[in-house]
């Protein structure tokens, strides 16, 4: 069983920063690319960056240059710095995760999400 726990998402101001964590837990043999998405009331669920095994970064246009995507494979985590908030930016922010599991199982995995609040 693989469950990823998403932390760190908070209310905050305009122009200001937040962290978020993501957690891998289970038995992962693997963990391939990790991605952050979010979903805003009404909206459907967008892509926000992504992270490979080795490293390569993909960000969606309107975060580039104001998110980090990261990665700490000793600690099975992920993180998504996130600087200069807007208040579109309102939304439950989702970390995914491709794992290849002891058993061979390769599969996504989805957090519970994160709310993040930019509200003045």
């Known amino acids: 069983q693989v469950q990823l726990v998403e932390s760190g998402g908070d209310l905050v101001q305009p122009g200001g920063s937040l962290r978020l964590s993501c957690a891998v837990s289970g038995s992962i043999l693997m963990i391939f690319t990790m991605g952050w998405y979010r979903q805003a009331p009404g909206e459907q669920r967008e892509l926000v960056a992504t992270i490979t095994g080795g490293g390569r970064t993909n960000y969606a246009d309107s975060v580039k240059g104001r998110f980090t995507i990261s990665r700490d494979d000793a600690k099975k985590t992920g993180y998504l710095q996130m600087n200069n908030l807007k208040p579109e930016e309102t939304a439950v922010y989702y970390c995914?995760?491709?794992?290849?599991?002891?058993?061979?199982?390769?599969?996504?995995?989805w957090g519970q999400g994160t709310q993040v609040t930019v509200t003045s």
């Open positions: 995914n995760a491709d794992v290849r599991q002891y058993n061979g199982r390769r599969e996504d995995h």
